[in-house]
């Protein structure tokens, strides 16, 4: 089999990112014309579930690159890998999730093949030739830019929020081809330290369903815990603007917008944060955004759903004593 569409999946402790399978789904219902099947590939050190999720969800065949060699290994070692897919199958498109993995991996693709990449796509349209355009959001949103490749394989990374995942058929099987890169995953050189994590565990800002962000207008280092019983109050992820992470007030991998990562959760909280443009590009796809500011004027109230207008050291502490109360209640009615 050859051409068609080559999508890219994350895994990550053996569990597909939800951007992977909304990569997925963009790929079902791409507006253009692609000859060839829908095909996936995944490397790691646990990829057999996710293989089986993928299939379920549209993907007739599975390139599975297991080894339990690729559970710490470097970026380089999965493009080889996911490059000897591309040289086997030639695809007409290559996708993947638009994170900090599939940027990583989708550039190094790009120099490798010498084919072009298109970023952070939102939707494909075509020329009147039939040839495939990316969509691209650009200027925080304002503008979208279209765009084309010159040759084939067509590299893109998708805006995670954006498409919708696909719904799982349990009867659905797709071909699963096993590829073995036990030898190039050992000629890695470079070793990987397991992951460490640090205070209290909450969702990744990328899968979360809420999240709550800090802003410099918070004034202190000290009222991010503020925040933080706020996010812990709905079990959220901890979201920042690049202002609070280049004070120090929190870690990078927190921060939301242009320079940071982008989030797409049902509910979003800015807390203190002004809404700088490249702030915003980030959560253009939140479905709900609640700012809380004591400047009526923030352009943060422009991309709002709702706003409050006060002190957050005032009215965060009410929100969640309010929350938590409500749960508590909700606890006991259950029991």
Known sequence: MSGGILTVAECRSGRLVRASLEV?????QLPVT????????IVGAEGSLAAEELGARGAETVYLLEDAALAHCTTEVHVRAISSVLTELQPEMVL????????????RLSAR????????????SETPEGQPLAERSVFGGRFIERVTWSAAPRLATLKAGVFAVPPADPVRRPTLLRRDVARKARACVVSVEPSKTSGRMRPDIEEARVVVAAGRGLGTAERVRLVEELADALGAALGASRAVVDLGWLDHQHQVGQTG???APELYFACGISGAIQHLA???????????NRDPEAPIFGAADYGIV??????LPRLSAALRAMSAEAAGAGE
């Open 24 to 28: 997925l789904g963009a790929a079902r």
């Open 34 to 41: 692609v000859t060839g099947g829908l095909s996936a590939v």
């Open 96 to 107: 993947l999730p638009d994170s900090a993995y599939g940027r990583d991996v989708a550039s």
């Open 113 to 124: 093949h010498n084919v072009g990449l298109a970023t952070a796509c939102v939707g494909f």
């Open 261 to 263: 990562r982008s989030v």
């Open 282 to 292: 980030g959560i253009g796809s939140a479905r709900i955004i609640v700012a809380i």
């Open 310 to 315: 006060g002190e957050v050291e005032v009215i």
